[in-house]
């Protein structure tokens, strides 16, 4: 079993409330976890995506560091269920600064066709304001298109689809907007945050951490 060591509970804790508040938004997401050396890199389904390559996918990213460098071999990359992460937070409790990883991998579309560290060129900036606006609508269309009635699971999927699809002036899905806001990673006082595309992928560069998505 591998272990990861952090240099204090705050670090312990920063991945425990990513992974809370990913599971607020999908309790099934997936969490791949990436350390090299001692460095804890944090790729967390917000939005699943569809299909082979993911189409839809918005996945927060964010480095955390540790204290030693992943137990026994040095490096780590496994995808697990946020299920099994919450599990052990819980039982670890709020002091804790060690995490056994969890042994079982999960599949998840988005970690196989995620965009690679390089290759990203610059496409301006989007205000906070702009994506906390999309997210809530978002958030708020949704729940008026499910409730007060029954609505079939195709149903609803699509109706998701459509409302994270959109873009937010122009360059950036709602879907982007939606996951930055869901983990905490943008704020209504932070600075015009920076865009950038590689592909079909679109990148959201935060004080707090990054969003990845596939329109």
């Given amino acids: 079993m591998t272990d990861l060591r952090f240099p204090d509970t705050q670090g312990y804790a920063d991945l425990a409330t990513l992974v ?6 999908d309790p099934e997401a997936a969490v791949r976890l990436q350390a090299v050396d001692r460095v804890l890199r944090v790729w967390i389904g917000v939005l699943p995506g569809h299909g082979l390559f993911a189409d839809g996918a918005a996945i927060g990213v964010r ?9 026994p071999e040095g490096s780590l990359d496994i995808v ?3 299920g099994a992460l919450a599990d052990r937070f819980a039982r670890d409790g709020a002091a804790a600064t060690t995490l056994s990883v969890p042994p079982a991998s999960v599949y998840a579309a988005w970690s196989g066709s995620r965009p690679g560290v390089g290759g ?19 958030i708020a269309e949704i729940a008026e298109g499910v409730g007060g009635r029954s609505a079939g699971a195709v149903a609803v999927e699509e109706l998701r689809r459509r409302v994270w ?20 990673f943008v704020r209504e006082d932070d600075p015009p945050v920076a865009v950038f595309r590689a592909g079909r992928w679109v990148r959201l560069g935060t004080r707090l951490g990054h969003v990845v998505a596939r329109p």
């Fill in 80 to 82: 697990c269920a946020s």
């Fill in 120 to 138: 990203w060129t610059s496409a301006g900036t989007v205000t906070p304001g702009r994506l906390l606006v999309a997210a809530r609508d978002g």
């Fill in 63 to 71: 480095g955390i560091e540790l204290a030693a460098p992943a137990h």
């Fill in 165 to 184: 699809g959109r873009a937010v002036d122009g360059e950036v899905p709602a879907g982007a907007a939606f996951a930055a806001y869901v983990l905490g």
């Fill in 20 to 25: 809370r508040r990913a599971r607020q938004a």
